[in-house]
């Protein structure tokens, strides 16, 4: 097998709403079949119009009440809610689940590069968008946008997958067999989180940050699989809903 | 920037205790000064001897409790319990800190790729297993020992880093500006689980997997950081410790 490189799209200018990134990828860097094309959900949000006017929002009384607690802006608290399909934690941060299913902080609301008293939702469909990047680079690819999210038990942000199209987000193993040919404990991969954290790693933050990467040699199943956790099959998360809040 | 190009290492034989593997690569991978090497923490178990017979442990009455809860092996639990620092779930999975500070279900013990009866436990440091390879590289490369997790709030597991050598764990943005030259909010990066992450897609599971893989063209912060999320800057474990038992 050939080694699997990963290439940075250089050039993007800032982007700005309406902007086709699509169009912007292909002038610069020659997508192939077979490609998966990682995207920071920055420029995704931006390119969509999820940015917004903080003056915009008018803080609910729960708003104003976590905003207390978290010495946070109420008009930012507000933007969350808005956002937020669930919240599980609203002390010491606000932690939500989004309206697509993905659990971050502050719902993966952006005040980086962005101007003053602006701030950036999340797509509201990641995945929605991420197919509509896939049809405008007219190549058999895969399509993943990135966002950064910080994890319990280990520090430090590290990216994930919210959107992806053209590949399934988990690699099902059942039925493989081990070495000695018996079945894996490891049944289900999460190759879209893997994939999109390696982006993240190579994009980086901030003002010189590239927003755009193109993984070539990899071999990856198309279809199938969900990467959010259901409610239901989130021990985690019960933990955090049944949680003594006095704690 | 040349891309960043993910190398697996061919032709690794089964490995046994007492098998150099830092020679066993040398030999089939030509590692250069800034290179990446990725090695899966099973083959680093099994050179230094981790595997055991579950026969050899004597089960506590908690692992009897515990085992009956799960319908596990109570000498599989007492395994789990011996390794752990801290139990932090024994329903309806065992989530447990090892000694060393990473958490995991089952303390990370494996039953796949080891023969019946046996079991594989996780090097007993393996940020020293990583610098003993380093060294025996021989090389100014970095060196990561991964493992697979499960995540709370995400379907399946991902490749994260459980030692590291010659390479910081996080990549630190404090004071790095934006677009707009304001200070970013995402401080501090979990570069090292970003890579593990890659490397675990690049091995594959199974009797057909690849235990390590060199990352070549990244260019990585030497030392500083811990990704080990030390236990009172942990909110989510706060809440299971919190956690309404009868739940």
Redesign the interface.
Known sequence: ?D??????VRGLP?IEEGDDLAAMVRERFPVQDGDVVCIASTVVSKAEGRARELEGYSPSARAEEIAGKLEKDPRFVEAVLEEAAEVL?DD??LLVATKFGH?GVNAGI???????GRILLLPVDPGASAERIRCGLGKECAVIVTD?CG??????????AIGWAGVA??RD?RG???????E???T????A???A??A???MG???DGTPAVVLRG?SLPKAG?????PRE????????S???RR?
């Open positions: 097998m080694p699997v490189c990963c290439h940075l800032a934690l010491p941060f659990i952006d005040r980086s590069n962005v101007s003053q950064t994890r319990p038990f280990r520090c430090g942000v590290a990216g994930v987000p988990l193993w493989e067999r081990d070495l000695e040919g018996r894996l404990e490891i289900l991969e999460a190759i989180d893997e994939i954290g390696m993240n790693l190579l933050e901030g003002g990899l699989g969900r990467l959010f956790r099959l989130d021990v985690i998360r019960a933990c955090l049944s949680r003594d704690h």
